[in-house]
């Protein structure tokens, strides 16, 4: 159901309404019960992959659009919409990486670009993203520079007319083997570290922007992640996103995001896993009973629906906090650790309780299970989540001592 009064009349099939609490409190609430059932129509099966009907499609439905201003083709959803919705893809389509695609999309590579671009390049390149006209990535890392973004070596050479060159390499780019346009980012100053980076907006198939193959993963093979050699590519000054220098700013505040929001489709996921399992516990029987009836088995089961919750009020917490204007960057990291590890946690349980069936592809939980583990480092791995939240807390200052009276 369109909500077009609301909506300021932008196009798009995705229903209306969510606060933070009621997404929070509501497993089943409409947003994200009528996502899963479109994306379990709409949306590939296992394998399928990406193409740019698929594309296409979740770009009618809303999806690319639900967090961009309605005066440029979006939703302007709120951050708990936009995670219900994200939450009902991962429950109804079982093509964990095309959902993964949307996300990162969308919390990346949009949040970004919607936060610093000028009007011209929001013009140029978030309009068409939203209509699914143009996939976009989200370029940082590099062969040796993942979270230490202060040690990118992609370079950004001023030229005599205000354009800069681009020269470098960047690894790991989900959707980079098939991107329209990507956000690079690169060091204008390696005197200045951090504050040296600068943030750039191009066209993926410019002249001396060339792509690797797509990397062969463990999981999620269905979103493409790829190499970005940039051989002295020319960019105007019109293609710098934000400011000179504020690259690592526009850095940090889409990551948070990603953190913090991406890890809403993992959550639909896990609900997914848990009822295979509940399934697979009724009908297996066993010395003349269900396997639900062992204790070994629902008490597993259970410990399952404890993850799964406690992950999910973690995700919601810390979009009510932005959506109060409050920083989520502790509850961003707790929701990512909790949410990626508990999601290898209860894949691994799936197969346990699919026993000998659940290590084939047949039942289709293993494959959750290596969807499951690419969690533990994108966005940061899982130490790196410990480490921002210990500093965050203070825990590696030492304690100031009494003055002696």
Same mark, same amino acid.
């Given at each position: 159901?369109?909500?077009?009064?609301?909506?300021?009349?932008?196009?798009?099939?995705?229903?209306?309404?969510?606060?933070?609490?009621?997404?929070?409190?509501?497993?089943?609430?409409?947003?994200?019960?009528?996502?899963?059932?479109?994306?379990?129509? *709409?949306?590939?099966?296992?394998?399928?992959?990406?193409?740019?009907?698929?594309? =296409? %499609?979740?770009?009618?439905?809303?999806?690319?659009?639900?967090?961009?201003?309605? !005066?440029?083709?979006?939703? !302007?959803?709120?951050?708990?919409?936009?995670?219900?919705?994200?939450?009902?893809?991962?429950?109804?389509?079982?093509?964990?990486?095309?959902?993964?695609?949307?996300?990162?999309?969308?919390?990346?590579?949009? =949040?970004?670009?919607?936060?610093?671009?000028?009007?011209?390049?929001?013009?140029?390149?978030?309009?068409?993203?939203? !209509?699914?006209?143009?996939?976009?990535? #989200?370029?940082?890392?590099?062969?040796?520079?993942?979270?230490?973004?202060?040690?990118?070596?992609?370079?950004?050479?001023?030229?005599?007319?205000? $354009?800069?060159?681009?020269?470098?390499?960047?690894?790991?780019?989900?959707?980079?083997? +098939?991107?329209?346009?990507?956000?690079?980012?690169?060091?204008?100053?390696?005197?200045?570290?951090?504050?040296?980076?600068?943030?750039?907006?191009?066209?993926?198939?410019?002249?001396?922007?060339?792509?690797?193959?797509?990397?062969?993963?463990?999981?999620?093979?269905?979103?493409? #992640?790829?190499?970005?050699?940039?051989?002295?590519?020319?960019?105007?000054?019109?293609?710098?996103?934000?400011?000179?220098?504020?690259?690592?700013? +526009?850095?940090?505040?889409?990551?948070?995001?990603? =953190?913090?929001?991406?890890?809403?489709?993992?959550? $639909?996921?896990?609900?997914?896993?848990?009822?295979?399992?509940?399934?697979?516990?009724?009908?297996?029987?066993?010395?003349?009973?269900?396997?639900?009836?062992?204790?070994?088995?629902?008490?597993?089961?259970? *410990?399952?629906?404890?993850?799964?919750?406690?992950?999910?009020?973690?995700?919601?917490?810390?979009?009510?906090?932005?959506?109060?204007? *409050?920083?989520?960057?502790?509850?961003?990291?707790?929701?990512?650790?909790?949410?990626?590890?508990?999601?290898?946690?209860?894949?691994?349980?799936?197969?346990?309780?699919?026993?000998?069936?659940?290590?084939?592809?047949?039942?289709?939980?293993?494959?959750?299970? %290596?969807?499951?583990?690419? $969690?533990?480092? #994108?966005?940061?791995?899982?130490?790196?989540?410990?480490?921002?939240?210990?500093?965050?807390?203070?825990?590696?200052?030492?304690?100031?001592?009494?003055?002696?009276?």
């Amino acid at each position: 159901m369109v909500d077009d009064e609301r909506r300021g009349g932008a196009s798009s099939d995705v229903p209306a309404g969510a606060t933070a609490f009621e997404a929070m409190l509501d497993l089943a609430h409409p947003l994200k019960v009528e996502a899963a059932a479109w994306a379990a129509t *709409e949306l590939p099966g296992a394998g399928s992959g990406i193409d740019r009907d698929v594309w =296409r %499609r979740a770009a009618t439905w809303g999806v690319q659009g639900l967090l961009v201003p309605t !005066a440029l083709g979006g939703g !302007a959803r709120s951050i708990s919409e936009a995670l219900l919705v994200f939450e009902g893809l991962g429950l109804g389509c079982v093509d964990n990486g095309v959902v993964f695609a949307l996300a990162s999309q969308v919390f990346a590579m949009q =949040r970004a670009l919607t936060s610093a671009g000028s009007p011209a390049q929001l013009e140029r390149w978030l309009r068409p993203l939203v !209509a699914g006209e143009l996939i976009g990535s #989200f370029a940082m890392s590099e062969p040796d520079a993942g979270s230490d973004t202060a040690s990118i070596t992609t370079t950004a050479t001023a030229l005599d007319d205000g $354009g800069y060159r681009l020269d470098g390499v960047k690894s790991w780019v989900t959707l980079g083997p +098939i991107c329209d346009v990507v956000i690079v980012f690169a060091t204008t100053d390696p005197a200045k570290g951090r504050w040296g980076i600068t943030a750039f907006v191009l066209d993926a198939n410019s002249p001396g922007l060339r792509r690797g193959p797509v990397v062969a993963k463990m999981g999620l093979g269905t979103c493409p #992640f790829g190499t970005l050699e940039l051989d002295g590519v020319v960019v105007g000054p019109d293609a710098v996103l934000g400011a000179v220098g504020a690259g690592a700013a +526009i850095f940090a505040d889409a990551v948070e995001s990603e =953190r913090a929001y991406l890890y809403a489709a993992p959550l $639909g996921a896990m609900e997914r896993v848990i009822d295979a399992s509940i399934r697979r516990a009724r009908e297996r029987r066993q010395f003349g009973a269900p396997i639900g009836t062992f204790q070994a088995v629902s008490h597993r089961i259970v *410990e399952m629906k404890l993850r799964h919750e406690a992950a999910r009020l973690l995700v919601y917490k810390a979009a009510a906090l932005a959506e109060r204007g *409050e920083s989520v960057a502790v509850a961003a990291a707790l929701a990512k650790l909790q949410t990626s590890e508990m999601s290898v946690v209860s894949a691994l349980d799936a197969i346990r309780i699919h026993g000998a069936e659940g290590y084939t592809e047949a039942a289709g939980v293993e494959a959750e299970l %290596r969807d499951a583990i690419g $969690g533990l480092a #994108f966005s940061g791995t899982s130490d790196i989540q410990r480490n921002l939240v210990a500093r965050l807390l203070g825990v590696d200052r030492p304690a100031r001592r009494r003055a002696r009276g």
